[in-house]
């Protein structure tokens, strides 16, 4: 179970193929040097396969608005901290493909963290925090918010 009074938790592993699939098939538009992640619309039944996975983890709260992020190399983005619905718990980033060098970074502790394909993390993105791609490969997580079940 993941510890959401932490900047991030390991939730679960998941099988992300068919997102690996998707994106090697997908047309990647180019992304301008040093703009934020790209969010591209994704088919359904790969979403809420992944998102059923995640959610048995995450007992008695609801999954939303689900969306891919595309990180090209030696992008960063600064510190901040992201803005949270009503009844927000937490965010998810499943990583689809990544990289040695793609990171976060919570100003709290400082210290880079380098997640692993193929891995569910919560994140605390109401603390501030920091990300990037350092490396030469794309950045490619599937994101979602996790909300209380009403």
């Not at 998102?51 to 990180?71: I, N």
């Not at 901290?81 to 493909?97: A, C, F, I, L, P």
């Not at 891995?119 to 350092?134: I, K, S, V």
């Amino acid at each position: 179970m993941a510890d959401l009074s932490l900047p991030w938790s390991h939730i679960c592993p998941v099988n992300v193929e068919a997102l690996q699939e998707f994106c090697l098939s997908a047309r990647w538009p180019e992304v301008a040097a040093n703009k934020p992640p790209r969010i591209f619309d994704l088919p359904g039944e790969i979403v809420a396969s992944v998102v059923q996975t995640v959610m048995v983890h995450l007992p008695g709260m609801t999954a939303d608005r689900p969306f891919l992020s595309l990180m090209r190399p030696w992008i960063e983005h600064g510190m901040h901290v992201d803005q949270r619905n009503s009844g927000w718990v937490t965010r998810v980033h499943v990583v689809v493909k990544t990289n040695r060098k793609a990171w976060m970074l919570w100003e709290e502790d400082g210290v880079p963290v380098f997640f692993q394909e193929g891995w569910a993390y919560t994140f605390h993105t109401t603390r501030r925090h920091a990300f990037g791609n350092g490396g030469t490969a794309d950045r490619i997580h599937l994101i979602f918010d996790v909300k209380e079940s009403l």
